[in-house]
């Protein structure tokens, strides 16, 4: 399987390929697909759009020249090859599982006629040359070579013309316009790997020349005068170019791994991807140069594709198309100028430094085309005194694409180093960075009240104080009071005076942690201090049903006959789920013993009535008390003490 692009496309290389060699890179893109493989792919320059075989799934998804899917054409079961006729106007399928091949118009996205082949024919390989549609069909030895007269009336087909050749696969087929009677046939599917050239002029195949090559080939493509051609394989062997006239070796392209798809674009520049098992770079872009090492580029961290073609030129040259991954997360990338050189380039800085003391940073800037010693590179510092960064001027390449300066940083915290290349005429433009964490000094920053409880809605003012500092004076005040209800929020931000501090005040009604913070600046690092501090709740209580009151024993007594049930009454500030702790305790011994104490559940008003009962002794001094305990049904406040009641029964 293969990628064509336009016969038309050479005449425009012809015209602006100097200009896609003129500068550096631009953004390459990549794009997802939702594609289980890719079985052929054919670019069509006149339409701006890439047709995608993916016989899994039965379909051919149309794309633009982005990647971005135009429409799928479905139901295509198990479609094979692509080919697109000289005009651009029509793609044809080789629709395997259906033994026959359609006709799709290109302007209308549509199929617009088919041509059955004969069953269990199942053609899975075409070219189109001289007018007629050859294909390959069959399976293993059963393969054969078979031709559609499409300037008939009525197209007819014709099969076993492979004059005399005995296919162990089905034939993988190429011509070009640019080489009328011609029609190259690839046995790919055996180890001796034959390669038979025929002479088709006479509208029956004959062969012209034919030899064993020894590979299992992967793919191969024409050059773009149609007289000679590139294979892909077999195994971990090289790219090798053949001449068509007698098939002797023109040329070989080093691979460092297995190749697996091969595309020539109109000025004769070679692309290739191999399967890149090590992740060490997957598509190689050969200059028309023999003496020029390849342009190796690493766009997957997955093995790439094979049994597929996935790999194309743009009609004009200057873009190549690579669809990388599989199993339903495939990428079509997209590499803006491929002729180019790709450019790597590291920086190693310092993990950490000293401020105001010097630091080394170094690297190195590396292609398959060697940068000469003195190529300029760009260094910026980014930090906190310039968040814009500050240019450190131009450095120099020394042997080996190395390099290395000193710097000393003025400001602390985070430092970051880039280091730029802009490319040229034959390499991508690169740009790193890295980072150091260079040291500042610790400011003091204090809060007042820490630990300290304050009565329910009681104004206090916490002061926080910051000490020496750089050039930042600004501190934050921010106030969390307990409870999910309540977020944490900025109570005040200002510079501090001349005395280095900033207060605010306010009013208390949970416990709350304050924090002060100061952001740091280039010399002095940030801090964060905390100050907790309690809020007790307002409490009363009130006894209900007694006879009358009076001042004694150092304190005002409420009286009750024996017959009557004091009622307790507490109010308390509210809260969800609150509870009050009521506690009794009666005077004996000369010291007060407590009788009874128990926790009772505040309304959503913070009141609780309680009604003691029972037959108390008479003459026996009491006393009540309702209390809040943090932690007793919810934390929000300090646990604050109620004050005694006293009380004593008659008869």
Request: zero cysteines.
């Amino acid at each position: 399987m293969r990628l064509r692009t336009l016969p038309a496309a050479a005449a425009l290389a012809a015209l602006f390929g100097s200009v896609v060699l003129a500068g550096p890179a631009s953004a390459d893109s990549s794009r997802s697909l939702a594609l289980f493989d890719a079985n052929d792919t054919v670019v069509d320059g006149a339409h701006q759009h890439v047709f995608i075989s993916d016989a899994y799934n039965n379909q051919i998804v149309v794309t633009d020249l982005t990647g971005k899917v135009v429409t799928t054409l479905t139901g295509l079961s198990q479609v094979r090859d692509l080919e697109l006729s000289p005009d651009s106007g029509t793609l044809y399928a080789a629709v395997y599982g259906a033994d026959k091949i359609v006709a799709i118009d290109t302007g209308l996205l549509a199929q617009t006629a088919e041509y059955p082949t004969g069953d269990g024919t199942t053609p899975s390989r075409l070219a189109y040359a001289d007018g007629k549609l050859w294909f390959g069909y069959g399976d293993q030895w059963e393969s054969g070579l078979g031709e559609i007269d499409l300037g008939a009336e009525t197209p007819t087909v014709t099969l076993d013309l492979a004059a005399g050749h005995d296919f162990a696969s089905p034939p993988v087929l190429h011509a070009d316009p640019d080489n009328p009677g011609t029609l190259l046939a690839l046995d790919a599917g055996i180890s001796s790997g034959p390669i038979i050239v025929y002479d088709i002029s006479s509208g029956t195949p004959t062969i012209r020349v034919s030899a064993e090559k020894g590979g299992f080939y992967n793919d191969a493509a024409l050059t773009p005068d149609g007289q000679n051609v590139v294979v892909a394989g077999p195994g971990t062997r090289a790219l090798t170019e053949y001449r068509l006239s007698d098939l002797s070796e023109v040329r070989t392209f080093p691979t460092v791994s297995e190749p697996e798809t091969v595309s020539i674009a109109p000025d004769g520049t070679v692309a290739a991807t191999v399967l890149d098992t090590d992740n060490v770079g997957d598509t190689l872009v050969f200059s028309t140069d023999p003496a020029r090492p390849a342009s190796v580029r690493n766009l997957s961290r997955d093995w790439m594709p094979w049994g597929g073609h996935s790999t194309n030129w743009s009609a004009d040259g200057s873009k190549l198309y690579v669809l990388t991954g599989n199993s339903g997360s495939m990428q079509f990338q997209t590499v803006d100028a491929p002729r180019l050189y790709a450019s790597t380039l590291t920086v190693d800085a310092p993990t950490k430094a000293t401020r105001a003391a010097s630091l080394t940073v170094k690297g190195k800037l590396t292609a398959n085309l060697a940068l000469p010693a003195g190529t300029p590179i760009q260094v910026t510092r980014t930090d906190l005194d310039s968040p814009n960064g500050k240019s450190l001027g131009t450095k120099s390449l020394g042997a080996g694409g190395t390099y290395s300066f000193t710097d000393t940083p003025p400001a602390g915290g985070k430092v970051k180093y880039t280091v730029t290349y802009a490319g040229d005429s034959t390499h991508t433009a690169a740009t790193a960075t890295d980072t150091v964490d260079v040291s500042r000094a610790t400011p003091t920053l204090t809060l007042n009240n820490n630990g300290k409880a304050y009565d329910y809605a009681q104004s206090v003012t916490f002061t926080a104080h910051l000490g020496t500092t750089y050039k930042n004076r600004t501190v934050e005040i921010w106030a969390n009071p307990y409870g999910a209800d309540k977020p944490d929020k900025r109570v005040k931000t200002g510079t501090v005076n001349s005395s280095g501090n900033l207060s605010v005040t306010l009013s208390l009604t949970r416990k709350t942690a304050l924090t002060a913070k100061f952001a740091g600046d280039a010399r002095y690092a940030p801090k964060t201090t905390t100050s907790t501090v309690g809020a007790r709740v307002k409490v009363s209580t009130a006894l209900g049903g007694s006879y009358k009151t009076h001042f004694t024993w150092s304190h005002t007594y409420y009286y009750f006959h024996q017959s009557k049930d004091p009622v307790v009454t507490t109010t308390m500030t509210a809260y969800p789920n609150r509870k009050q702790l009521l506690q009794i305790q009666g005077y004996a011994g000369g010291v007060w013993q407590t009788t009874g104490k128990q926790y009772f559940k505040l309304d959503s008003a913070g009141r609780s009535v309680v009604t003691l009962t029972g037959t108390p002794p008479t003459g026996v001094r009491f006393r009540v008390r309702d209390s809040y305990v943090s932690g007793s049904g919810d934390s929000v406040n300090t646990t604050t003490y109620g004050a005694w009641k006293y009380f004593t029964f008659t008869r």
